[in-house]
Nanobody, 124 residues
């Protein structure tokens, strides 16, 4: 099973930028970043296919967040710009080891391995 370790969480000011990293071992068809705010459902925010590098974004972060990968380092990044208070959440990366379809790439059910999460707090 894939192992994932997130890093880079912290406190950021509104309008600022921040980058999260996800070190991933094991084969995966795609990697996604999810977030969960207190009292809310976990939602997919960005995903990337391991072969080809196609990227997908939730409407709430499109144009502000960028997902990328460095296959040589087995690391997936989430660059977050123009951060808002509503971006405050625990961020998780996840790997899909059994397949990915573009139609469900931001769905939790696509992913079978999860990291422990890293907290991002956006404040003014």
């Amino acid at each position: 099973q894939a192992q994932l370790v997130e890093s880079g969480g912290g406190s950021v000011q509104v309008g600022g930028s921040h980058t999260l990293s996800c070190a991933a071992s094991g084969y995966r068809y795609c990697v996604g970043w999810f977030r969960q705010a207190p009292g809310k459902e976990r939602e997919g925010v960005a995903a990337i296919s391991s072969v080809g590098g196609s990227t997908y974004y939730a409407d709430s972060v499109k144009g502000r967040f960028t997902i990328s990968q460095d296959n040589a380092k087995n690391t997936v990044y989430l660059r977050m710009n123009s951060l808002k208070p509503e971006d405050t959440a625990m961020y998780y990366c996840a790997a899909a080891e059994y397949g990915c379809s573009s139609g469900a790439i931001l769905a939790r059910a696509t992913y079978n391995s999860w990291g422990q999460g890293t907290l991002v707090t956006v404040s003014s």
